[in-house]
């Protein structure tokens, strides 16, 4: 992993070559980031989503970006947290690395993501920060990955995982 930064601020705002969107399986577009997203996009992104079928949990599909700063989205909906005994972490992990993946298939060298999963889908932050972590370091591609963290209590959570990956 070339260089990971974690900053407080709003993901559509960001000047990067794809921004990854925490979406549900039916691309279908929604509440939070989501929504965000969808909205700060425009009206083509709907209809872009549209033709790709849904995606399950903890694949990626990538569409333009349309009206925002980012040449790419990457739609990935994460894991619905039902307790942790359905695979969660393992969908959450497979959601980092699959986006990872589009964005290297796409030539993309800078990438920002939501915190996936942590807001309507309730998946815990501080594991899901670690698993997040663990993840964007594993990747073995020279990628700039910045946490896109919308409110201080997300943020202090990675920032506490992050320095905790880095002491182990
Ligand atoms: N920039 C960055 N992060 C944001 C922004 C933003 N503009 N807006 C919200 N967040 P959530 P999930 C944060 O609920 O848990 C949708 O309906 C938010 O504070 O957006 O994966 C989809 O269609 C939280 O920290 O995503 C799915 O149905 C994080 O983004 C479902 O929600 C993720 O919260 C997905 O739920």
Redesign the pocket.
């Known amino acids: 992993m070339a260089h990971f930064n974690i900053i407080k601020?709003?993901?559509?705002?960001m000047h990067v070559d794809a921004i990854v969107?925490?979406?549900?399986?039916?691309?279908?577009?929604?509440?939070?980031?989501?929504?965000?997203?969808h909205r700060?996009a425009g009206p083509q992104l709907d209809e872009a989503c549209r033709k790709l079928n849904g995606c399950p949990t903890g694949e990626a599909k990538v569409t333009p970006g349309f009206n925002l700063p980012a040449k790419f989205v990457i739609h990935t909906?994460?894991p619905?947290w039902h307790g942790g005994h359905q695979n969660e972490p393992e969908l959450l992990a497979n959601s980092y690395r699959n986006s990872l993946k589009r964005a290297v298939e796409n030539d993309c060298h800078t990438v920002?993501f939501?915190?996936?999963?942590?807001?309507?889908?309730?998946?815990p932050?501080n594991q899901a920060a670690k698993i997040a972590i663990h993840e964007i370091q594993m990747f073995e591609a020279p990628l700039d990955v910045t946490m896109?963290?919308?409110?201080p209590?997300?943020f202090d959570a990675y920032q506490q995982e992050w320095q905790k990956a880095q002491q182990r």
Do not use: E, K, R, Y
């Open positions: 601020g709003d993901i559509t705002q969107n925490a979406a549900n399986t039916a691309l279908s577009g929604g509440g939070g980031v989501d929504g965000a997203i700060a909906p994460g619905i920002a939501p915190s996936i999963s942590t807001g309507i889908f309730d998946f932050l896109v963290c919308f409110d209590v997300t």
